[in-house]
């Protein structure tokens, strides 16, 4: 029984087997046995197969196909043989005999055993051989057939998606229109249906959307989650997608386009304003009615409509008041169309004045007015002794950008005695500073004092090549290497370019060669590798090393 249990639960993924579609994100198999067809399974029946699939597990596909072959001998009659026949054709599938796979194995699934669970599969197999052989004619056929003979079955959905697939390449866009259609509106939900059907609905809104036709769109995509969810859902790169095109239409150089998505960006915005609306008279709905309505002036702010943008924000401060965040929604928008002075003054309405006073010295720093900007964070400093580290490490930062690092090290320096707590970031912070002046010798010092490892040796070796150092540097490197392995590779590669600045043509060779050998799944292996070939027209083999 015990043996029973684990083979009723082998769930075997066609679409894995064949490489071609991930389907682990729908989480259900298209092919196992269930326990009542395994319960019907006489006990030679159930070793012969066990057998088969031990060999199949294995990946041995010639041994498990010719005891697959046994078992349709033996049991031809058999519960199991529809199931043995298709796994057959899995084995051929990888034993690279598309064809025999398709006529002598999956047909024959459907020939002698059409109202078996393994038909609907066998059907879109069929098909996937196919489109997998780049044969896309037939391929549709069996799709379209899989469809018609097993409308209801999951195999039907994987069906119309692939055809989507090819509707995709082939630039079929009216065909490709009409399935996801199918998928959104005439395909029940239920089991393993859900995802596939909730990804063809988001992909045909996204498709009205790109046609500047929002209220297709929009019903698409409200047949996947919550009313009150679909506002956030339309705004979501990954889902709806909406700002994204309303950017990409209104940025483009043709009139028509543009025009297109000066549509979607009205459509899009008055539905969310009505919602919003909507949702302001129940209070518990108020914060995602106010959630959609600054997605409103989003809409507008992607469809480089400024004006529209604002004449938003002046309805919401009239609608509901002032508030920091709205606030500094406008006084983004201000700096946006180059309205500065207006920011900040914005930014001095702020209830949290520190916050706003912080906004306007930040203000001044985008500007590279880096002396006001520090003339604030140094008054909000004196107010506050709690936040005073804060508004110091800002300044500290004004200066860096303001190239400055004296004056940048002496406010890490006075942190030390005003956040003591804190004394490994400043000092680290201080050596960063050093670093980034270029001031090697100074900064090696400081980055001795830190417990940023393997940052700040990664550092200190960097600043050792710069003063030609570069013993310490591979020193440095070998210590990092031999303690911190997710920073082996990294290191291992500065190795070889650190024999190369020091004119060690065959020591950097050879690390490289050693980079290639020991990460040849990681960034650095494939840089060695190009730079043996580009620089020393040296070929290697990347490889040798386990995961």
Not at 60 to 73: G, I, T
Not at 229 to 254: I, N, W
Not at 369 to 386: C, F, G, I, N, P
Request: glycine share 6%; proline share 4%; with cysteine.
């Amino acid at each position: 029984m015990a043996d029973f249990a684990k083979t009723v639960t082998r769930t075997v993924l066609v679409a894995l087997a064949l490489g071609s579609l991930n389907l682990q994100a729908w989480a259900g198999p298209l092919d196992e046995m269930s326990i009542e067809r395994w319960a019907k399974l006489r006990e030679a029946e159930r070793y012969q197969l066990n057998v088969a699939e031990r060999f199949y597990r294995e990946h041995q596909w010639k041994v498990a196909a010719d005891e697959y072959e046994k078992f349709l001998k033996l049991y031809e009659r058999s519960e199991g043989a529809p199931y043995a026949q298709l796994k057959w054709s899995h084995c051929q599938i990888e034993l690279r005999k598309q064809n025999a796979a398709i006529k002598d194995g999956y047909q024959t699934v459907l020939d002698y055993f059409p109202d078996s669970p393994e038909a609907p599969i066998a059907a879109l197999l069929i098909g996937r051989t196919y489109r997998d052989m780049g044969d896309t004619k037939p391929a549709k056929k069996a799709y379209t057939k899989a469809v018609t003979s097993y409308p209801k079955h999951f195999a039907a959905v994987m069906a119309r998606l692939d055809l989507v697939d090819i509707a995709v390449k082939e630039n079929d866009q009216p065909t490709r229109l009409a399935l996801l259609q199918e998928l959104t509106y005439n395909v029940d939900r239920k089991g393993l249906a859900v995802e596939p059907c909730t990804t063809a609905a988001r992909q045909l809104a996204q498709l009205s959307f790109r046609g500047g036709n929002f209220d297709e769109g929009l019903k698409a995509l409200a047949t996947t989650c919550a009313e009150t969810d679909v506002p956030a859902h339309l705004m979501h790169d990954g889902l709806g997608r909406l700002s994204a095109t309303v950017h990409e239409l209104t940025g483009a150089m043709d009139e028509p386009t543009k025009k297109l998505g000066e549509k979607l960006a009205d459509g899009a915005a008055g539905w969310l304003k009505v919602k919003a609306g909507e949702w302001m008279k129940d209070e518990k709905l108020k914060p995602k009615a106010i959630e959609t309505w600054y997605w409103v002036a989003e809409v507008r702010r992607q469809a480089r409509q400024p004006d529209k943008q604002k004449l938003v924000y002046d309805e919401m401060l009239a609608a509901l008041g002032t508030s920091d965040q709205l606030l500094g929604h406008l006084a983004q928008w201000y700096k946006d169309n180059k309205q500065r002075a207006l920011a900040r003054a914005t930014y001095a309405k702020f209830k949290d004045a520190a916050e706003g006073e912080g906004q306007i010295a930040y203000s001044f720093s985008e500007e590279q007015q880096y002396d006001k900007a520090v003339e604030v964070y140094r008054r909000l400093a004196v107010r506050d002794a709690k936040t005073a580290p804060k508004w110091l490490a800002a300044a500290a930062l004004a200066y860096r950008h303001a190239g400055k690092p004296d004056q940048a090290i002496a406010v890490y320096r006075e942190l030390l005695t005003a956040d003591a707590e804190h004394a490994n970031e400043w000092h680290f912070q201080t050596a960063e500073t050093l670093y980034y002046a270029q001031r090697w010798k100074d900064c090696i010092t400081a980055y001795r004092g830190t417990d940023r490892f393997p940052h700040n040796y990664l550092h200190m070796a960097a600043a050792h090549r710069q003063l030609k150092q570069y013993d310490e540097a591979i020193s440095l490197y070998q210590q990092v290497i031999a303690t911190s392995p997710p920073h082996a590779s990294a290191a291992l590669i500065q190795i070889g370019y650190t024999h190369e600045q020091a004119g060690r043509t065959e020591p950097a060779i050879k690390v490289f060669k050693q980079v290639c050998d020991r990460f040849p799944k990681t960034g650095e292996g494939s840089q060695a590798h190009a730079h043996l070939n580009d620089k020393y027209k040296i070929t290697v083999t990347l490889g040798g090393a386990k995961d």
